[in-house]
Nanobody, 129 residues
């Protein structure tokens, strides 16, 4: 099992930026992703990255504003969030998957919660208008 610790959430004004960090206890995973859940809504995939080929996925709602990246030496995955909007307000979760997955460039919906095995505790992101 991979233990994950998120950090970097907080309160920011609309148009501002935040960087979320997710540090893993081990490098034994094939992909990592960021998910978010707003009150009364289902958890959704925001962005995912493959450890194998570095392919990435972004939800349409965050394309051009969010960037996912990784630092293997630190076993850390980042989510840089720019031009934040009030609708980005949610609890953000980091997750990893322990089995190989297809590249995120394929049309198969892989960056979805049910694919991922291990989860962090979540970090709150609040964007004020």
């Amino acid at each position: 099992q991979v233990q994950l610790v998120e950090s970097g959430g907080g309160l920011v004004q609309s148009g501002g930026s935040l960087r979320l960090n997710c540090t893993a206890s081990t490098s034994n995973y094939f992909a990592a992703g960021w998910f978010r859940q707003a009150p009364g809504k289902e958890r959704e995939g925001v962005s995912c990255i493959s450890m194998h080929d570095s392919s990435t996925y972004y939800a349409d709602s965050v394309k051009g504003r969010f960037t996912i990246s990784r630092d293997n030496s630190k076993m850390t995955v980042y989510l840089q969030m720019n031009s934040l909007k009030p609708e980005d307000t949610a609890v953000y979760y980091c997750a990893t998957v322990r089995t190989p997955v297809p590249p995120f460039t394929t049309p198969i919906p892989i960056c979805t919660p049910h694919v991922f095995d291990d989860w962090g505790q979540g970090t709150q992101v609040t964007v004020s208008s």
